[in-house]
């Protein structure tokens, strides 16, 4: 049994040692806003915050988690779909297909979190997530705009 602190509540689930937190937090506890896309974390779909740092799930063991470490899946990263990140998404249009988007969102919240304000080389370097409609400069916009104080910088 693993004890997990999941968007702010502690929750105990029996799963192998070895098993991915994405598939923890998707068919244990239901949080399908996490996304599977390739397995070996290099698409970024599953990216979820773990104490603030943004964590590729999909190859994160369980017992390589402590109950005290604090997971954020994009369904607690604001209760009312309302952090500046997710406001900018939408202002900028960066969603097309949608898959990749709540992996994008945290990456790119965790960036914000750790670096206010990223030069344009911050950002190709911590947002490596890959997209399949090719929206980066839309999510470059994006976070520039949040970095701005949520100006929207069209133009």
Known sequence: ?????????????????????????????????????CGVAQCGACTVHIDG???????????????????VTIEGLSPDGNHPIQKAWIEHDVPQCGFCQSGMIMAAAALLQANPKPSDADIASEITNICRCGTYNRVKAAIKDVAAGGQMNRG
């Not at 068919?27 to 996490?34: A, D, F, N, V």
């Not at 740092?53 to 997971?71: D, F, H, N, W, Y």
């Open 53 to 71: 740092v943004a964590t590729r799930s999909c190859a994160m063991p369980v017992s390589a988690l402590t109950a005290e470490q604090k997971i």
């Open 1 to 37: 049994m693993a004890k997990l602190s999941i968007n702010g509540k502690t929750i105990d689930v029996t799963v192998e040692d070895d098993t991915p937190l994405l598939w923890v937090i998707r068919e244990q506890i239901g949080l399908t806003g996490t996304k599977y896309g």
